[in-house]
């Protein structure tokens, strides 16, 4: 739909920077895999949103949920007081952990928020416990954790941490896992992850692990370009944090609520880190929320710890909203009740077969994919990084398909509700369109 003229004046294009020059198509309406456009076009959405409508858009008992708890409850200050739904809420959430282990749940608005909040508590948890040199950070190149101070400059995107500046100090980078000529170096490599992971060693020899607060990174990086790691690198890098006391923090935005066919990635790749942060497919989409899990022994340390009410302040106006707690409640009940983890795990070998069937079109260096989430990396023009995957997201919206591309990667992550019909339309459209771009 074009845009109109008076909304185009008030347009703020921070995002959607030069590129979209071609303005953003408007959405009106949206209900299970697909969009309305302003033109009455249907519109698949292979990524569900941004990565959060899990279960697919506008289901009844979520829009249910959120009407009648904004007509009851419309808000609660959880500084001082809290209401039952955040309660039982934060209770559901940690009984999908397998171990138990995760006693509680912070609340905030976003993924970046839910980042912000697990750097601090990270950090906190030390010098609650009187290690107070311990604030390094550590993240990992190609990683993503939104878009706050602490979420950059953790995050390892370069060229945006450089452009802003002045950001956390004490914070390194372990080298990304991703590298198509690594990838074919390493087959039949058994040890390949883990000796990856061994570059935390490195980091811990370079500044001393009483000085290291917590290593934090995506199970596979999403935003990136759909980037998993190898085997046992999350486990040695589980197993080296262990040996330091350095906190492990899971950034789950994307693959927590089933994405890779169980709730969250940590049980599919069995590694237990000491945070986990979630956000998008919590509400499925629907009322903003990011969520820190909190291991016990962090949440004994600042309930035993000193009493320091004053330096520990942290929190949101906004934190365990109660419209958003219905939303996720509702959310939750809604995953379960139709099985959408395990519908994913089912799906995922249908999905693989179709995804890779992309691998000899033009253009196509590599295809990766896990539960339902695919990368397809393109070949770029010298010089032109992201040209050829912005063309494919044009193509496939004049076709009907919304997907997310990131440099010269296309995206995929259509909502768990996806059926055989819509995996093959996907595939169609994609096919199509790399026949057609230069
Ligand atoms: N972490 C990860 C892994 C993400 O993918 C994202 C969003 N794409 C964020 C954090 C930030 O979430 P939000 O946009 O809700 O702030």
Redesign the pocket.
């Known amino acids: 739909g074009n845009l109109p003229a008076d909304l185009e004046a008030f347009w703020m294009p921070f995002t959607a920077n030069r590129q979209f020059k071609s303005k953003p198509r408007l959405m009106v309406s949206a209900k299970d895999m697909h969009f309305t456009d302003a033109d009455g076009r249907q519109i698949l959405d292979a990524t569900a949103g941004?990565?959060c409508v899990n279960a697919g858009h506008c289901r009844p008992k979520i829009i249910e949920a959120v009407s009648q708890q904004v007509a009851t409850l419309d808000f609660a200050p959880t500084f001082q007081w809290g209401h039952p739904k955040a309660f039982e809420l934060a209770e559901r959430l940690v009984k999908w952990l397998p171990d138990g282990e995760y006693s509680h749940v912070f609340f905030g608005n976003?993924?970046?928020?839910?980042?912000e909040s697990a750097l601090k508590i990270a950090i906190a948890y030390h010098r609650i416990r009187g290690e107070g040199t311990r604030q390094r950070l550590i993240g990992r190149e190609r990683?993503?954790?939104?878009?706050?101070f602490g979420?950059i400059s953790v995050g390892g995107i370069a060229p945006v941490r450089k452009f802003f500046g002045s950001l956390l100090t004490g914070v390194d980078h372990l080298p990304h896992t991703h590298n198509l000529e690594h990838q074919a170096f390493s087959k039949g490599q058994p040890d390949w992850g883990a000796h990856l992971a061994d570059d935390l060693e490195r980091l811990v020899a370079l500044h001393d692990a009483s000085n290291i607060a917590a290593v934090i990174v995506?199970p596979i990086?999403?935003?990136t370009g759909v980037l998993i790691p190898p085997k046992g690198y999350l486990q040695r890098l589980r197993e080296i944090c262990d040996k330091y006391g350095i906190l492990l923090i899971f950034?789950?935005?994307?693959?927590g609520f089933g994405r890779l066919g169980s709730a969250f990635a940590a049980e599919h790749f069995g590694v237990m880190p000491d945070l986990i942060?979630v956000?998008?497919g919590i509400t499925n989409g629907t009322v903003?929320m990011?969520a820190v899990f909190v291991r016990k022994g962090i949440y004994d340390a600042f309930m035993h710890g000193p009493d320091n009410a004053i330096e520990l302040f942290h929190g949101y106006t906004y934190s365990g909203h109660p419209v958003a707690c219905a939303a996720a409640l509702a959310t939750l009940d809604t995953y379960e009740e139709e099985g959408l983890f395990q519908r994913t795990k089912e799906l995922s070998d249908y999905w693989q077969e179709a995804v890779h069937s992309l691998r000899d079109r033009p253009h196509v260096i590599d295809v990766r994919n896990l539960g339902l989430v695919a990368g397809i990396e393109l070949e770029s023009i010298p010089g032109k990084p992201t040209a050829r995957a912005f063309e494919c997201f044009l193509k496939a919206f004049d076709k009907g398909m919304m997907i997310r591309t990131t440099g010269d990667i296309i995206a995929l992550s259509p909502p768990l509700i996806i059926e055989k019909s819509h995996i093959d339309q996907i595939v169609e459209i994609l096919s199509d369109v790399l026949g057609e771009i230069d």
């Open positions: 941004l990565w976003s993924g970046s928020e839910a980042v990683g993503y954790h939104g878009v706050n979420g995506e990086a999403g935003s950034d789950e935005v994307i693959t942060t956000a998008k903003p990011g």
